[in-house]
């Protein structure tokens, strides 16, 4: 899963590092297909083991560990977009993907972290609020996915009404909740109640609410100022008059610009220096790759739609080629993963988005 630990835990270097990524299809209910794609992609490994010169001996020694999780993964279970493999030494490390990553296999001293980047940035959770006259939901949200969070709207003293039990069907979206009376009755006639409610299941967490309500129901919530992580812009809507899909799709439109801002800040640090013409910058990647070695780079971004073959010595510098061939690595991975496991941060965009359009920019600490 993608957890705050998974890129802290892959970023070492190895004699030997494979990343696998798949896509399982889920939409597709024969796993053959999906069975078929995961034997391929272990096959491949097993190829480039062979171009770097591991003879039969080695590349049994070393797959033993990967073809037995492999043989033991039940695909059906995976029900993700796609599945990441990383293996070095011992056990290979399996985690279910949010989204379609394409296929690839590479083999380096350094797992190929680069896909997971814009993953892990837009990894970003923040609450939705779907509120009508006499309707309320409250969810957790994240770009991959949504769940309810349970409201104790009865509070602890109540009784609920006759047939209500908690967590029943009736209280899907788009369903009335009868504790909160008919459909005539106004959740905003009882606001302490509902204060209490969302304070209870927020309790203090500070990501930002997003309001999905009309614009009157949404002018009383402000009013309450009950809810510190508010924000400004909502969704001005009955929200119950969409399938959860189309609600989720339009609360992570809203929520793009936040969810691109730590980027767009570090694009516009790298901007403002080179118009300064500062020192505590780099666009060259030998540079970059020199200095990421060093601890140096703080914040780096790289081109997420190409890759750089080749090697990179601090002694002899960089040596790149077109395609990969034997024990080339994708510099541009290499000098993000060097940068995070000396603590800095790295980002991949799309090549345009990088000032002067160049593979990869980085701010540096001195």
Known sequence: MLDPTLLTNLVDRHDLAVSIYVPLTPEVRDIRMQSAVVREAAGEVERKLEQRGLDSRQRDEFLAPLREHLAGLDIATHRDPSLAVFMAEGAPRIVPLPEDVGTSVTIGRHFHVKPLLPMVVRNRRFWLLALSGAKIKLYTVTPFGAEEVPLDLDGPDASPPEGYEHGSDDRDMGVGNPALGDATSSIMDDQPR????LQGAIRGDGAPVVLAADAKLMGQVRKMDALPGLQEVGLTMNPFAFPPSELHRRALELMQPV??????????????????????????????LAAAEEGRVDSIVVAADEELWGGFDPATGIVAHGRPSGQDEDLLNQAAAVTLRHGGYAYAVPRSRIPRAVPAAATLRY
Request: charged content about 30%.
């Open 194 to 197: 509902l204060v209490r409610a």
């Open 259 to 288: 969810f691109e801002r730590e980027v767009d800040t570090v694009i516009g640090q790298i901007n403002a220096r080179l118009g300064d013409a500062a020192s505590n910058v780099a666009i060259r990647l030998e540079e970059i």
